[in-house]
Nanobody, 125 residues
Framework: QVQLVESGGGLVQAGGSLRLSCAASGRSFSSRAMGWFRQAPGKEREFVAAIAWSGANTYYADSVKGRFAISRDNAKNTMYLQMNSLKPEDTAVYYC??????????????????WGQGTQVTVSS
């Protein structure tokens, strides 16, 4: 497993932008598919985006496609989520997650074995 720490959350008006970061410890980051999930109050955790360990492939939930962009810098052991055109329904705690080494990226939460503590994103209308 790796230790993951998210940052970059905050309060933003609808239509605004935020960039989340997920810093990973350990030497296996570049071998792990990574994902972003979110959980709004009273709702189940849902998939947002995922990226292959090489960064060559990315995947998005339909609700964020065209507005969010996932990326990674393996030299910095860091993953990012650029969120544009934010909507009030994007309000949630955002979590980053790491899959076991050389596993495929996935939209399923149970495919990931390491999780960060989460960062709050609040979008006001």
């Amino acid at each position: 497993q790796v230790q993951l720490v998210e940052s970059g959350g905050g309060l933003v008006q609808a239509g605004g932008s935020l960039r989340l970061s997920c810093a990973a410890s350990g030497r296996s980051f570049s071998s792990r598919a990574m994902g972003w999930f979110r959980q709004a109050p009273g709702k189940e955790r849902e998939f947002v985006a995922a990226i292959a360990w090489s960064g060559a492939n990315t995947y998005y939930a339909d609700s964020v496609k065209g507005r969010f962009a996932i990326s990674r810098d393996n030299a910095k052991n860091t993953m990012y989520l650029q969120m544009n055109s934010l909507k009030p329904e994007d309000t949630a705690v955002y979590y980053c997650a790491a899959a076991p080494t050389y596993y495929y990226s996935s939209s399923r939460a149970n495919a990931y074995d390491s999780w960060g503590q989460g960062t709050q994103v609040t979008v006001s209308s």
